[in-house]
């Protein structure tokens, strides 16, 4: 049986898209069977997946791209789960009834957040609501620059709300926004480089936490 998997939070730029691709092309490469879903009114995980099948063609992206069906998404889920080793949602940045079903379809919510005040205090909110559904959750810490004492406060701060945090963060690096605007993620390129060993830490804790 496979894992749905949503990558949400209420702040927008939190960089959910970014992981997401980046975790199914890992997933896909390692010879699991992936899809994604794109739960977000911006689009960006379909443009991504255009620019994927532009890239490769549309038969060798070794990833589906499956429709939301907000209508019905704990039906869907439950058969798409039949269907793939992992399903990932990219979820509207926003606290709705739509990122509150998704919530509720998913095995597991992962959070990014960014390293900043504000992206913290909006992050908070959308915990709680992920605390009070019951739902296994971690903090993607992500775009993390390179000795940011901001970073250590925060975590604290996540901490004491009660929060979860990966070991694995994820670093600022132009080559996410150069590999996501041709369809591609960061292992497509190297499976040596930084960010790639970054991505692969990332998923290989993620999967971890869903045993």
């Known amino acids: 049986m ?8 209420q ?3 939190s960089g959910k898209t970014t992981i997401s691709v980046n975790l199914a092309v890992l997933w896909s490469n390692s010879g699991y069977k992936v899809a994604i879903i794109d739960a977000d009114n911006q689009k960006s995980l379909t443009y991504w ?12 992206t070794g990833i589906y791209n499956e429709q939301y069906d907000s209508s019905n998404l704990y039906e869907q889920t439950r058969e798409l789960k039949k269907k793939y080793d992992f399903v990932i949602i990219d979820s509207p940045p926003s606290i709705t009834i739509e990122s ?5 379809s998913s095995n597991y919510i992962f ?22 559904e019951k739902k296994k959750s971690t903090i993607i ?17 996540l901490r004491y709300a009660g929060a979860n945090i990966a070991r694995n ?12 605007n041709v369809g591609r993620g960061v292992i497509d390129i190297s499976v040596n480089s930084r960010v790639s060993k970054e ?3 990332l998923g290989n804790e993620i999967i971890r936490k869903l045993e």
């Open 199 to 201: 991505i692969i830490n």
């Open 49 to 60: 997946y255009k620019a994927r099948e532009n890239y490769y063609g549309s038969e060798d």
């Open 2 to 9: 496979g894992k749905i998997i949503s990558l949400s939070n």
């Open 141 to 157: 810490l992500n775009r993390v620059l390179p000795r940011a004492k901001l970073t250590e406060a925060m975590k604290l701060r």
């Open 100 to 104: 509150i079903n998704i919530a509720r």
């Open 111 to 132: 959070i990014p957040v960014q390293p900043s005040p504000v992206d913290l205090l909006a992050t908070l909110p959308f915990l709680n609501l992920v605390n009070k």
């Open 11 to 13: 702040k927008g730029g």
């Open 169 to 180: 963060k994820i670093s600022s690096k132009i080559i996410f926004a150069e590999t996501f």
